[in-house]
């Protein structure tokens, strides 16, 4: 089982070049933990993920134009997988350290820190 991630996770692109923390609205809370906990949901671009530092793929029309590493701009289509099979908060599972999404230009997305220590597994 995984932990739960809490606002202020870190995450890592594959394609990036620097992690970013996800960003998620106070309105989660989930018994045990402090925080704003995520759910599979939270995947919208520049809300709950932010840029990492440049873009290094060659599917970004930006980065092959350009024949160098870009800004990032994530561009995320589809929800967190698989999600926490227990710990569901607004009718959706719960993110969990083990989550994964994929960005439109190649790179995948995960947790690198679920920011919240050892405590609240899922």
């Known amino acids: 089982m995984g932990k739960l991630v809490v606002a202020g996770a870190t995450l890592k692109c594959s394609m990036g070049s620097s992690t970013s923390a996800l960003g998620v609205l106070p309105d989660n809370k989930a018994a045990g933990v402090n925080q704003a906990v995520a759910t599979i949901q939270d995947y919208k671009p520049g809300v709950n993920v932010k840029p990492f530092g440049l873009c290094t793929s060659p599917s970004n029309p930006q980065v092959a134009a350009a ?3 870009q800004p990032c701009l994530p561009v995320v289509t589809s929800p967190w997988t698989p999600g926490s099979p227990s710990v569901n908060l607004a009718n959706q599972p719960a993110l969990t350290d083990g989550s994964k999404c994929s960005c ?3 790179g ?3 947790v690198g820190e ?3 220590g050892s405590a609240n597994t899922a």
């Open 67 to 69: 024949k160098s590493p």
């Open 104 to 106: 439109q230009w190649g």
């Open 114 to 116: 679920a920011g919240q």
């Open 108 to 110: 995948t997305i995960e």
